[in-house]
């Protein structure tokens, strides 16, 4: 007869099954030793006949429970692959919810290298951030040399009423002023990548822990 319950309840057994098969496993014993004229073994102190039971038990116990969680885990990807949730980004199975989510925090595969979002953030506002120093520190370079330019044409001392030899050192200034180039308005778009990274991750949560609690498998 098939078993019912929730994905939640599934998960939370498959998890407790991993510690209980490896404490399991260290704990059994399937092998030891004995001299031939004596009845015991010689690790476990009890009669072989009593250890090939217990070691023959060990063995059954832990094979049914990897069954147990192979049965588990299979019911839980196939209820995730067949499973959709909806949010504000559009419809994902549970299970590729899961594999973006991982995706987007670096858990998957890939580690980091395939937090797409995180990179291109990263790139533009640190670029952006070396472009406006860059552009900064021309200018005051300029600013000085137009100083140096103005004290060149004017004296340190002295006043002219003609002023346009200081026209020149304006259309100077004017042509040599650097400035950015931003044809994707970066800093926005920085704004824009952070703002749906961290309401994508928070849907997706929210949406995958709603279908855990309310889906049920049979195993």
Do not use: C, W
């Amino acid at each position: 007869m098939a078993e019912k319950m929730l994905v939640t309840q599934a998960l939370d057994e498959r998890d407790m099954l991993v510690k209980k098969i490896q404490d399991k496993i260290a704990k059994a014993s399937f092998t030891d030793v004995k001299r031939h004229n004596e009845k015991k073994v010689i690790d476990r102190r009890v009669l072989e006949e009593t250890f090939r039971q217990e070691a023959e038990s060990a063995y059954q116990q832990i094979m049914d429970l990897i069954e147990r969680f192979q049965k588990l885990d299979a019911a839980i990807v196939a209820s995730n692959a067949a499973t959709i949730i909806h949010i504000s980004f559009g419809d994902y199975t549970v299970a590729g919810a899961i594999s973006l989510r991982s995706r987007m925090r670096g858990n998957g595969s890939y580690d980091d290298e395939a937090d797409f979002e995180q990179s291109l953030y990263i790139k533009m506002k640190n670029e952006l951030d070396k472009r406006l120093i860059s552009i900064e520190n021309k200018n005051k370079q300029l600013e000085t040399t137009a100083e140096s330019m103005r004290l060149s044409i004017l004296g340190k001392d002295s006043k002219m009423k003609d002023d346009k030899p200081l026209e020149v050192v304006a259309a100077y200034v004017q042509e040599n002023t650097a400035e950015l180039v931003d044809p994707l308005d970066v800093h926005k778009k920085v704004e824009e990548i952070q703002e749906k990274r961290a309401k994508l991750l928070s849907e997706l949560d929210t949406q995958i822990k709603v279908s855990n609690a309310t889906t049920f498998i049979e195993i």
